[in-house]
């Protein structure tokens, strides 16, 4: 079964709405279609230029998608209660047991209060999550009611991640513009984040370098 096959099935697509949906009942920027479909393939393009097969890649295009529906259940420990969710979504599904225990064993590491980058398509799902930081993922349109979330992910005009095969290094590079918040708060609510990324990359051979408005900062 493909990526293209699992954003067709009725049923996934209703966790991942119902999902978003208690999120935003908490506040929380947007996780819905948007975000699982950047996560997706930006893992894929993680695993696709480092040489990985197509399989994996499709794997962890998959693990992309699914990893933010425990939300469904609660906030907290959603990375875990999301791996048992595709856990019966895959197995139902068909899948064979070392792909259903590739895929949730990345969405069951991906959140960085318990996340380790155990193989590389956990590392891969961790480096694409933890990046996805726009200003389009802000949902409350009253900028004077903005919690420090809402500041750091409006502030961001631009966001991109390349790997840099010749210097073997993963980057994120961001323009911050800082109307509403300064660099020094993205540190704030960020540097668990960063930290983790530093240790995905280096799962996958790479260094972490962290670039913000021109300046490498990593």
Do not use: W
Not at 23 to 42: N, R
Not at 111 to 130: C, M, Q, R, S, Y
Request: proline letters at 2%; charged letters at 25%.
């Amino acid at each position: 079964m493909t990526f293209e096959e699992i954003k067709k099935n009725e049923a996934v697509n209703t966790y991942i709405q119902k999902a978003d949906e208690s999120l935003i009942a908490l506040g929380y920027t947007e996780h819905s279609f948007a975000h699982v479909t950047k996560v997706a393939q930006t893992a894929a393009y993680i695993l696709r230029t480092l040489g990985y097969p197509e399989r994996d890649i499709e794997l962890a295009k998959i693990a992309g998608y699914l990893h933010d529906i425990g939300n469904l259940v609660n906030r907290t420990e959603h990375a875990q209660s999301g791996a048992v969710m595709a856990f019966r979504i895959l197995d139902n599904l068909g899948f064979p047991p070392a792909e259903i225990a590739t895929i949730t064993t990345a969405i069951g590491n991906h959140d960085e209060g318990t996340a380790e980058p155990v193989n590389h398509i956990a590392a891969a799902l961790i480096l694409a999550d933890k990046t996805d930081v726009r200003r389009s993922r802000v949902r409350n349109h009253d900028k004077t009611g903005f919690d420090i979330h809402d500041r750091v992910n409006y502030s961001v005009k631009a966001s991109n991640v390349y790997i840099d095969i010749e210097h073997n290094s993963f980057e994120l590079d961001m323009v911050i513009e800082d109307e509403y918040s300064s660099v020094m708060s993205y540190f704030e609510i960020f540097m668990g984040r960063m930290l983790l990324c530093k240790k995905a990359a280096q799962r996958l051979g790479l260094k972490f370098k962290l670039i913000m408005n021109g300046q490498r900062l990593g």
